[in-house]
Structures are given as C-alpha cells and as structure tokens.
C-alpha cells in the first residue's frame, strides 16, 4: 500500500512556513546526494503540501528512474502527471504501478489528485483490469 501524499489544503501562516522550510532543508539534501530517494520522497510531500504540482512532479520522475521497480514510486508518479493535466502520462504511470504489483484499489476511486484520470476515457480499460485483478486476489 502507498503512503499517501500529503493533500493539498488550506494552509496557516505557520503551516506554510514550516513546509517551506522543510522543503528547503530537504532540497539542500538531494542537492548534495541526488539518490537520497527518502529525502526525495519527502521533498515530493512537501512540495504536494505546498501546491507545488511541477515541482512535485519533477522529484516523482527522478524517483521513479532512481527506483522503477517499485509501484508505489509509479503510482504517486501517476497522481503528478494527474494534477499537473498530463493524463496520458497518469494512465501510463498507474498501468506500470499495476504492473508492478501495486493492489491499493480502494486509494484509486478516493485519491483526489487522480480525479482528471477518473473523467478521462482511459480510466475505464484501467478499471476493466483492477476488477480483473480484484478477482484473482485472495
């Protein structure tokens, strides 16, 4: 299962200073060690906090180079491409996070950020194949 991102929301004044700061902090980080993929997931969260779609997006393409086995990598990747308008890219992500095992189903019909890939076409031949593998699941 994924950990979820931190959702964007209404921020206080103390909320959105402490997010800048741990963003700078972990931007200082993965400047100095660019493989560092738990700094880099964080600045990935930080910058979702922050409303920082592009940015966001950016960290989840070098994580899923850094780490392209892994499907919560590409299903958070998937969740980028959707907020940022790329919804080809969100269809072709969460198809490589299936792919790689990603079963969290219930987290596809409730994360807001995939909801542009919930209205697009594609999205019903990505639902035909999560109910086919909702079946064979035990």
């Known amino acids: 299962m994924p950990e979820p991102r931190r959702t964007r929301k209404r921020l206080s004044t103390r909320e959105q200073r402490d997010l800048d700061t741990q963003a700078a902090f972990l931007e200082g980080i993965t400047r100095r060690d660019p493989e560092y993929t738990e700094a880099l ?28 086995e892994d499907p919560s990598v590409h299903y958070h990747l998937a969740c980028s491409y959707a907020v940022t308008g790329q919804v080809d890219a ?24 995939l909801q542009n890939l919930r209205c697009h076409p594609s999205f019903a031949r990505i639902r035909a194949r999560i109910q086919k593998l909702d079946q064979r699941e035990p």
């Open 41 to 68: 997931q964080l600045l990935g969260d930080a910058y979702t906090g922050l409303g920082r779609a592009r940015e966001s997006l950016t960290v989840d393409e070098q994580l899923s180079r850094l780490r392209p």
């Open 90 to 113: 969100a269809a072709q992500a969460l198809d490589r996070a299936l792919d790689l095992g990603f079963r969290d189903f219930s987290s596809l019909t409730e994360e807001p950020d």
